[in-house]
């Protein structure tokens, strides 16, 4: 029995736990809208493939997939991953799929936000996003999990990164952009991502990484390897527009204290050369009116910080960078010494407007304190 | 994990538990084609919605629900009943869904017998039949339950009953009809139920209820209680079509003996009077080539028999009629003393080809012994 709660996960007790902890099992939706994935998708599935085989080796995943592909994706997905249909109006778990919450006696809940596609009919990514949004409460209900849903308030999963002891980092060009919550002010957002996330510091980081059409989730730019330690997207090319951005998060994070009053250790990843949309790829989308266009020579927001944390590993996207893809790999085997890192090469997703990061979303072991 | 399984339940030792033994919890799916359920299935949604209430008093419910009437379906539905989103081209969750079996050990696996809507293109009650025929394995992967696909010998979870115990009973007319497996003899079909069913000894009873439209599936007409004792739909009066089908079942149940060797008991229920479609109720279906029309006069299937056993509970299809409803009640109250006989008015299931057996498939609960 899954109830809908009126309550909040601070009153109640949960609190959402760091990626870095126990996972139960690694949520997945199908790419297949000829409108954002070149050639029906075709090559944005193999990928998604390989990121959920890559997982399926460190913890379940479950893949949800339409009608219309499901014999498709359970012929070409590993026996070891779960598919269950679903809809949706396109493949961004992280965003639209619930965001689970944890307490002390080993229970989970699941918050669903309001989805609105990034920005709604101001500056949303395509129209409609109905399915999009009935993917937490379906998600949740699948696993018999208690939600809060958050009718009004805006919100993804990727604009949000929490160490799991208090702190929660977010970036203002997402948080307050007009498309969201335009209604409310910072301090009023700020207060009810502490009642749901259950956090008491919230560290508003300005930027995510240039050109990012999320409005710039936290994502893609920043996250906890752990508490009291960052991984900050950087870029040494002062005339590089990413470098005003990384270097206002660095001078925010490098003299700021997290929710416990620890100084934060701050990890810089380089950011790949700029990855540019080609003509080919540009022609592979069928360009409608009303959903992001993929022109050529657009500069994707292409990032390491987009990598995945699962039980053991990490998964890490690649750009075919012959300079920064082995710095990236060497630094995270540096800073999870005691995870396995997997790269996998990741054009085919960022050209779809995100990364590894972004369609994943970690399902929390109950852990019973 | 859900494996797909290459070996049989005998190999590995499962066998289908009787209705009777407990169950973990109930799957339905949800009614909605208009060419089946009058006016847009509306009062055929309600009765589903009384049998998944009342079942989920009893036991957890989980009803399966397409993409199109996901909202309202969640919304007409208690919380207690979880929903879950999945295509089908009707709702017969009995005779499409998977056919569980459990081993000593306490593990559950399902078998995914090929469906082709009642007889495929030969007398089929409708045109496609192919995203039912995924409700099985869907199902089962939902659970992450190993499943026996049956490629090619078709199959419906209505057309057989078991006591749990080595006795299957089934239907010489369904089992041997034209659009099924036409290719086996009567041999070849019964050794393929006792590889998958793990039984000792069929029971082929000639016929069904009279003007069944699944070419008399057994769960019509006749049931196993416990046991050694089953459940017989009946009629006294000789000049019914009926008359002759039961006393076929009756003299031949009488005379025979279980797998155990025990000789059964046999409990008579009286079938209700002729269930007639109206003029009003056949207009409200959108008649259509290819699928099973409604037509003024029609007499339904109606029996008793077709009740569903659940924890603690029998789910009893009503009538309104005036002698045979309380007869029923007042009898199955006397075969399941322990258990809480709960009668739904089903007029609006029958009417649409099945009564709240054909609509239910129960899950056992995985026991080690």
């Known amino acids: 029995m899954a109830r ?45 493939v390989e990121v959920a085989a890559a997982i399926a080796e460190f913890e379940p995943v479950t893949m949800c ?3 219309e592909q499901y014999m498709h994706a359970r012929s070409v997905l590993p026996e070891s991953v779960r598919v269950i249909e679903m809809s949706y109006n396109d493949s961004w778990m992280r965003d639209c799929g619930p965001t689970f919450v944890v307490n002390d006696k080993g229970e989970v809940r699941g918050i669903d936000w309001t989805f609105n596609a990034w920005g709604g009919l101001v500056d949303g990514l395509y129209f409609p996003w109905d399915q999009d949004d009935l993917v937490a409460k379906k998600t949740c ?38 498309g969201r919550n335009p209604h409310m002010s910072k301090e009023e957002i700020e207060q009810m991502l502490k009642e749901y996330l259950n956090v008491e510091k919230v560290i508003w980081l300005k930027w995510g990484i240039y050109n990012d059409e999320t409005n ?30 990384s270097k206002a998060a ?48 657009d500069r994707q927001a292409a990032s390491y910080v987009n990598f995945y944390i699962c039980n053991g590993g990490i998964i890490l996207p690649l750009f075919n960078d012959p300079v ?29 407007g995100g990364n590894i990061h972004c369609i994943t979303q970690q399902q929390p072991l109950g852990i019973s304190k």
């Open 216 to 245: 710039g989730h936290v994502d893609n730019i920043c996250c906890f390897a752990r508490p009291g330690e960052v991984i900050l997207a950087w870029t040494d090319d002062e005339n590089d527009p990413q470098y005003e951005r």
């Open 4 to 48: 809908t709660l009126n309550t909040t996960p601070r009153q109640d007790g949960f609190r959402m736990p760091g990626e870095f902890e126990p996972h139960k099992q690694t949520w997945m939706l199908w790419p297949e809208r000829p409108d954002n994935w070149r050639l029906g998708a075709h090559y944005a599935q193999k990928a998604f």
């Open 324 to 352: 920064y893809d082995e710095m990236a790999e060497k630094k995270l085997k540096e800073i999870f010494p005691d995870r396995q890192v997997v790269g996998i090469y990741a054009r085919e997703i960022i050209l779809g």
């Open 65 to 67: 997939v339409s009608r």
């Open 250 to 297: 660095y001078d925010l994070l490098a003299s700021t204290t997290d929710a416990k009053g620890r100084k934060l250790k701050v990890h810089k990843l380089h950011i790949p050369r700029p990855v540019l949309i080609t003509k080919e790829e540009s022609e592979g989308v069928n360009a409608i009116k009303g959903t992001l266009p993929r022109n050529e020579g």
């Open 141 to 178: 209900e699948i696993e018999n999990i208690d939600t809060y849903r958050t009718e009004g308030f805006v919100l993804e999963g990727g604009s949000i990164h929490v160490d799991g002891e208090g702190t929660l980092l977010v970036t203002e060009e997402c948080l307050l952009s007009e």
